[in-house]
C-alpha cells in the first residue's frame, strides 16, 4: 500500500510560478514511476509529466518546456515547477504513483492516486 500527498497548489498569476510537490511513504519500494496529471472542469484526466524512478521524465506535448518534473528517491518525493502557468492551466492536479507488485511471472503494475490539489491560473 501506498499513499500520495499532494501540497503546493494555489492561485497564481498568468506568467508566474508554481511548485508541486507529493510525497510517497507506506511500501515504496515498489514506485518505479511517478507522475502528475491533472483534470480540469469538463474534461478528462490526463497526463502532465512523469519521471522513472531512474530519473527519466517525460512530458505531455502541451508543457512546451513551461513545466519541470523531478523526484528525489530518498524523501520518495516528487515535484513539478510550473513556470509560466497559463489560464488553461486550471485544473486539480493529481499525483501517481505506479508500484511493480509481485515478482516474476506473478508481477503485475497498480496505480495509486492521491487526492488532487487544485491550481487556479489567473489572468
Known amino acids: 500500500q501506498v499513499q500520495l500527498v499532494e501540497s503546493g497548489g494555489g492561485l497564481v498569476q498568468s506568467g508566474g510560478s508554481l511548485r508541486l510537490s507529493c510525497a510517497a511513504s507506506?511500501?515504496?519500494?515498489?514506485?518505479?514511476?511517478m507522475g502528475w496529471y491533472r483534470q480540469a472542469p469538463g474534461k478528462d484526466r490526463e497526463l502532465v509529466a512523469t519521471?522513472?524512478?531512474?530519473?527519466?521524465?517525460y512530458y505531455a506535448a502541451f508543457v512546451k518546456g513551461r513545466f519541470t518534473i523531478s523526484g528525489d528517491n530518498a524523501e520518495n518525493t516528487v515535484y513539478l515547477q510550473m513556470n509560466s502557468p497559463k489560464p488553461e492551466d486550471t485544473a486539480v492536479y493529481y499525483c501517481?504513483?505506479?508500484?511493480?507488485?509481485?515478482?516474476?511471472?506473478?508481477?503485475?503494475?497498480?496505480?495509486?492516486w492521491g487526492q488532487g490539489t487544485q491550481v487556479t491560473v489567473s489572468s
Open positions: 501517481n504513483a505506479v508500484c511493480t507488485v509481485g515478482a516474476g511471472e506473478h508481477a503485475y503494475e497498480y496505480d495509486y
Open positions: 507506506g511500501d515504496t519500494i515498489c514506485i518505479s514511476a
Open positions: 519521471i522513472t524512478s531512474g530519473g527519466n521524465p
